[in-house]
């Protein structure tokens, strides 16, 4: 920490990410599996090594038969994130760790001849991810990103884990006001 | 001459064992079961073991060994047979295993123990090396293990003496001493009033020994066989260097059907018997399920139209050593619930006790088998005040069946002492619910002749004392022998094997409960079923009543009942119904 510089920059990072998204619930995961997701986000520096992201995860969303009747269902986990952001450059990267909290909404559709249940929840939650940018062309930076997003929710009977690790790539725009 | 005859067949037999080896299957081992090939990994291929070998098929010349069977069948089992509507009198299973397979498999062995004709399989005795042999020949099919069962009698009950015999044991035509109130709870001397004793119903009693037979209660019995599958002789007593202990099959044997007035009159005093031993070690009875089989076997070559019988499968309560477990017990797993189910196919109504494991505490159920087959009439017991005793097994089957089907007394049960000519005992265990069942089955039969195995099931069952309202410890309740003789017993019956399984629907997040209720047709419908019905009631709350869950056609045979919550119960009732819209008695399922 001692080794943080105080400099009042102001950059501005739009970027997006794209990668892994572990399902960590062994009985969900044996159903819809692991996927992958979409993860805008920008940032707002005002000090150069600390700032503010705000993101979006989505893509989640799958289909899968379930049941002992096998009948066709969806689920999908989205959610908004905020975190704050602690960078610091090393040669001509910046890594960069990240903790926050998260708000997801989790959402599972059945649907047959019989039944139309739906399952649609909302939990908040905490970020902890890290990563690190390569800075390419005016700006223009690529970054690879590990989070862990914890997500036990119990909306009805069974405890279930939808939270897991992200590993994502992607690439950005740096903009110093 | 004979010297070179003999000689001759045994260089013929050798030359044959040759050529068979010759055809061997090369991996051996996928003839073994399991179980045996375990057994013979634990124990050496150096030592003894009993085993079953199935063989492929019945050798060449089906067709004519069948037209010859149907001139040597036994006259009572051609009419026991014509009674159940075969279509074809004799079949495969009637026919004997081929006997130079046999021979072929003899030379290998230490000893045959049994031949069976229903499972086209032999019960040999011999080392582990020499199955390895046996395996190799082209016509065996499979090798298992014989495997032992054991049942437990509960404690010998406190011995009551009452005061003085109740008023209404004097209102009737005979005295039955301290026997009346055993009968007199199922309505028996109801039907000895008007002179049915059973008579002409061949009984084969597959039990233990038969110690004295000299009894005053036993003297006036008609015994048509005698065998002991055990020892290999017609003798079924007790004798010096043999194995078995016959005092729980004299005890049987007097429940069912012994006379001696004021003191033991059995059920079934009039009818005919067929004697079978088993093997027996006192109040711990090891019973091996080959000599069970060998017995119902014999009882149907000689026309039986009953079989009662007392066995239990080698369980995990008693020894740990687990042969079955409960999951086995869906009514046709078990070797002696398929050898069960085979005979009554063949028209035998067969009683057996429903087990005394009701003090053990299973997964599921505490059943025995062959009691866990849906067409054999399981036996429960009941004190004198038609109270469950605790020792009586309980259901349901792995399948979901209601079991045991019906109650009779097994507590403090009156019969003759083994040991003396003029004394009595007095007895408990389901060993005993299931000779007054079977003595009240033989009642039902005289007065019904035309009746198959099945309908006199069915309306022991409907008439029994709760018929509306079966469950896995009473069954269909206590029966009443005169309500059902004379149950005016419908064309139409309701489909066979009802059952239900509790399942979960897991969806992730939440769990739905469901019942899946399954059944089969009844032959005995021909084409008449045009549907069937099923009802349900919640159990929950006060007497709710049935309500019609579903009407399927006559095709279907399943139905799932979702959406249910897991405190949820009920009580499951289905009827056919005709084209006429005739609607049958009913079967019930419950969880």
Known sequence: MLLVRFNFAGDIILGVHSGYRQLKDPGLKDIYGNGLIINPYVSYFPLSNYGLELAYEGGYKKDAPIGLFQEDSTLSVSGFQLCGVLRYPIWNSISYLKCGIGYFSYRQDIQSEFTRLKVDHHKWTTILGGGIRLDMYKGLFFAAEVKYIPLKVQPFDIPVDLGGWRLLVGIGLRVSL | MIHTRSFMRSALLLLLLAILMTTATPQKQEKFTLRLLNEIEERGSEDSFTAWIYFRDKGPGVLEALEKMKISLNQKSVERRLRHGFDVLVDEHDLPVYEPYVEVVKQSVIKIRHISRWLNAISVEARGLELEKVAKLHFVHRLDRVLTFTYRDPAPGVRIEPEEMPAEAKAHVLDYGLSFDQNSQLNVPLLHDMGYSGKGILICMLDSGFNNLTHEALDHLDIGATWDFVNGDADVYDQEGQMGNGNHGTHTLSVIAGFEQGELIGPAYGASFLLGKTENNEWERHIEEDHWIAGAEWADSLG????????????????????????????KSTIVARG??????????????????????????????????????????????????????????????????????????????????????????????????????????????????????????????????????????????????????????????????????????????????????????????????????????????????DEVDSQTFGLFRRALLSDETFLYKITSVSHTGEESDPDYARL
């Open chain 2, 304 to 331: 039986a139209d009953i079989i009662s019988s007392s066995l239990g499968y080698r369980d995990q309560f008693t020894h740990g050593d687990v042969d079955y477990t409960w999951q086995h017990l869906d009514g």
């Open chain 2, 340 to 549: 069960a189910n085979i005979a009554v196919d063949r028209g035998i109504l067969i009683v057996n006790s429903a087990g005394n494991e009701g003090l053990s505490v299973p997964p599921e159920n505490t059943l025995v088998s062959p009691s866990d087959s849906p067409r054999v009439l399981a036996a429960g017991a009941i004190d004198s005040k038609g109270d469950r005793v605790n020792f009586s097994s309980t259901g349901p089957t792995a399948d979901g069946r209601i079991k045991p089907d019906v109650m009779a007394r097994g507590a403090a049960v009156y019969s003759a002492d083994p040991g003396n000519p003029v004394e009595y005992d007095l007895v408990d265990g389901t060993s005993f619910s299931c000779p007054l069942t079977a003595g009240v089955a033989a009642l039902i039969l005289e007065i019904n002749p035309t009746w198959t195995n099945d309908d006199v099931m069915e309306t022991m069952k409907l008439t029994a004392s709760r018929s509306d309202s079966p469950d896995n410890r009473y069954g269909w309740g206590i029966l009443d022998a005169y309500k059902a003789a004379f149950y005016p017993l419908k064309s139409l019956h309701a489909p066979r094997d009802f059952a239900v399984k509790r399942l979960e629907n897991n969806y992730g997040f939440f769990i739905q409960y469901v019942d899946q209720l399954s059944w089969t047709s009844d032959p005995r419908n021909g084409n008449d079923v045009k549907s069937y019905r099923i009802y349900a009631k919640n159990l929950q709350g006060q007497d709710r009543p049935f309500e019609l869950v």
